[in-house]
């Protein structure tokens, strides 16, 4: 079954948001870091360009209840991964375009596609005089006016 037009519709606006929100928090991350921060455990934030996730302690990764920060950003702005096993304390970047870039492909598919379901629903009617023609073979002339196969039918 073909997805229902408002559900496409619904889809490629809430991949474009998703995908906008991604590459604001990977341009803001440039100038702003926030996470989430735990004394002893593990701890996730993001900042200058990657999310990263680091551990002081293996050993107790989820002790301490943490909180939420925002700051000022003191790094550069970096693009590719890193990995720094020091003793005991794991840190690991992963660039946010990794994220941002199939958002933003994924977000480009459901506009193509909800375009390309717009072209044959139009197909579907004669482009002279607006005939249902979704029961006329496709070769033949529309049967309420005489116009020749839809030309607004692509492939054909
Ligand atoms: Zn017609």
Sequence with gaps: MKPHPKIRKVAKWAAAMFSSLLVLLWAGSAWWETGWYRDSGLNFYVHAGKLRGSAY????????????????????????????????????????WLFALPALLGTAAAFRLDTLAGVRARGAKCSHCGYDRSATPAKANCPECGTPKNRSRPNE
Excluded at 64 to 92: K, T
């Design 57 to 96: 302690d293996t050993e107790h990764l989820w002790d301490g209840r943490g909180e939420w920060y925002i700051e000022r950003a003191d790094r550069r702005f970096e693009w590719w991964f890193d990995v720094n096993p020091n003793g005991g304390m794991w840190n690991v970047g992963i660039p946010l």
